[in-house]
């Protein structure tokens, strides 16, 4: 079964830590417990998405500067 | 009134607010909106309402095209911009304008003017307005800095001149750190913004801020007094009041004849508000900055003077001539305004989204709530945290305090975190009731309360 990450707070979900700069991960990246795999900005304030569980990305399922819901699926590890 | 329909081109408390005015005058109204205020307040109150994009500002409240679109499609003939988005956009009122609609605020011209900090530092000393010292100009070796260090005092700021939004800014405390600090400065200006170009401002230590609302029509400009604006945290503002705690009446006028001078120097029209720090200790002031926008604080100067700044700048904004002159305008009493925001100020002030479960807005004589909440709102997570404003006004500064000690008593906002907590507390101090503060006084004071804040958690 695939390990999922998902969103901690409702905000807007980034995946690069800022416009000019490339996503903190791809689909195909190894992830570590603690890394960070986006951002969620909630009123001004950003936050960082750390993975929970160790994996090769395997697909993100929320789009890069989309709005999220608490708890909706970000990402699959595989 | 020559326009008859306005577009609000904002969201949350200050379009509802800027609605009400344009009721009054006998407008009606076109509420713009994301996909995520289509249940907000100021939707509701509107005659009629339009999205023009998704939940990102980028997307939709900062979308000239879109909102253009969307005056045509409902025959709008004027554009409120409020604070913040695209307020201070000069070619966005360049675009109102090209369009054949009436801007809400200052020409074009005037706002690029006076949001450049250069060509501001120098409009203001042609207008004979104070600056906070520092070298005219920019400067390119480290002679000259000590020079001008010198000159003008330690510790001096030293700042890169493309730069800005508080980056690339150092302080040096005297020559020998100045000599370290110049070409760190100036590598690091060239890397950043490809231009080494430094200037250098003396630092006002304890300062307060202390700011001047004025109305321009174009022509004549008057001064509504000032509010002070010392209690911040991370530059914003926290607490606001009209008048100033402590601004002698010498340095009253001062202040609000250099502010005058400078709109009409500028042909100024609409609400400003020009930007002052205040050293009580040498009794000097200085210009910092104008905003050519309503500010979210503007209510405390209308308590104090009874004239409705919004429903004003709308009829100067239309073509009219001031109606006030300088004479008209007193000042009774004080007013004190607090920002009721959905942050939590005993977690960091962590903001805290959420539906209201419960709202009881407080009531008597002397109190104003401005706000956008109405009991099982959605509060979006997309924009800032504001919930709401409120602001007292009585006879004097201490019964102002006491009224708005009883109105936040009074005031309960279930569903999600505030930072009512924050102002109980800051009303019941000893240095706050003596209006003994300055800009960099609260920051401190949040680290020393942190237990307080805590422990009256609502």
């Known amino acids: 079964m695939s390990k999922q990450i998902l969103s901690p707070l409702p905000g807007t979900f980034y995946r690069r830590p800022s416009p000019d700069q490339p996503a903190f991960k791809e689909v195909g990246d190894t992830v570590a417990v603690g890394d960070v795999i986006g951002l969620i900005e909630v009123m001004k304030s950003f936050n960082e998405v750390q993975a929970d569980q160790a994996g090769t990305l395997t697909a993100f399922v929320a789009e890069d500067e989309e709005p999220v819901m608490a708890g909706q699926l970000l990402a699959e590890l595989g | ?458």
């Open chain 2, 1 to 458: 009134m020559a326009i008859t329909k306005l577009l609000v081109a904002n969201r949350g408390e200050i379009a509802v607010r800027i609605i009400r005015a344009a009721r009054e005058l006998g407008l009606r109204t076109v509420q713009v909106h994301s996909a995520a205020d289509a249940d907000s307040l100021a939707v509701r109150m509107a005659d009629e309402a339009v999205l023009i994009g998704p939940p990102m500002a980028s997307k939709s409240y900062l979308n000239i095209a879109n909102i253009l679109a969307a005056a045509a499609e409902t025959g709008a003939d004027a554009v409120h911009p409020g604070y913040g988005f695209l307020a201070e956009n000069a070619d966005f009122a360049d675009a109102v304008q090209a369009a054949g609609l009436v801007w809400i605020g200052p020409a074009g011209a005037s706002i690029r003017v006076m949001g450049d900090k250069v060509a501001a530092r120098a409009a203001a000393l042609a207008a004979g307005v104070p600056v906070v010292p520092g070298s005219e100009g920019r400067i390119d070796d480290a002679d000259r800095a000590r020079a001008v260090a010198t000159s003008i005092g330690f510790p001096v700021m030293i700042k890169a001149a493309a730069g800005g939004g508080g980056r690339g800014i150092r302080i040096a405390q005297d020559i020998d750190q100045l000599d370290r600090l110049f070409p760190q400065a100036s590598a690091e200006a060239k890397a950043a913004f490809g231009d080494g170009g430094l200037y250098l401002e003396k630092v006002i230590e304890r300062a307060r801020h202390i700011e001047v609302q004025i109305l321009g029509d174009g022509t004549r400009a008057i001064h509504l007094f000032e509010r002070e604006c010392s209690l911040q945290r991370r530059r914003q503002k926290v607490w606001e009041e009209a008048p100033s705690a402590r601004l002698p009446q010498a340095m009253r006028e001062k202040l609000c004849a250099s502010a005058v001078a400078l709109a009409e120097a500028v042909g100024y029209r609409g609400a400003g508000t020009l930007e002052y720090l205040y050293d009580d200790a040498t009794g000097q002031f200085y210009f910092i900055e104008m905003n050519t926008r309503i500010q979210v604080e503007h209510p405390v100067t209308e308590m104090i003077t009874g004239v409705d700044l919004v429903r004003e700048m709308i009829r100067v904004c239309d073509g009219q001539a001031l109606r006030h002159t300088q004479d008209d305008i007193r000042m009774t009493g004080h007013a004190i305004e607090v920002r009721i925001c959905a942050e939590d100020p005993a977690r960091n002030f962590q903001p805290g989204p959420g539906t209201i479960t419960e709202l009881i807005v407080p009531g008597g004589g002397g109190v104003r709530f401005d706000t956008m909440l109405y009991p099982g709102y959605q509060v979006p997570p997309f924009y800032d945290s504001l919930l709401g404003k409120l602001i007292v006004w009585d006879e004097n500064r201490a019964a102002a305090i006491t009224r708005m000690a009883r109105a936040l008593e009074e005031l309960h906002v279930g569903g999600l975190p505030t930072t009512r907590s924050l102002h109980q507390l800051l009303a019941r101090d000893p240095e706050v009731q003596a209006g003994d503060f300055h800009t960099r006084w609260l920051e401190p004071w949040l680290e020393q309360n942190a237990h307080r804040l805590e422990e009256t958690k609502a």
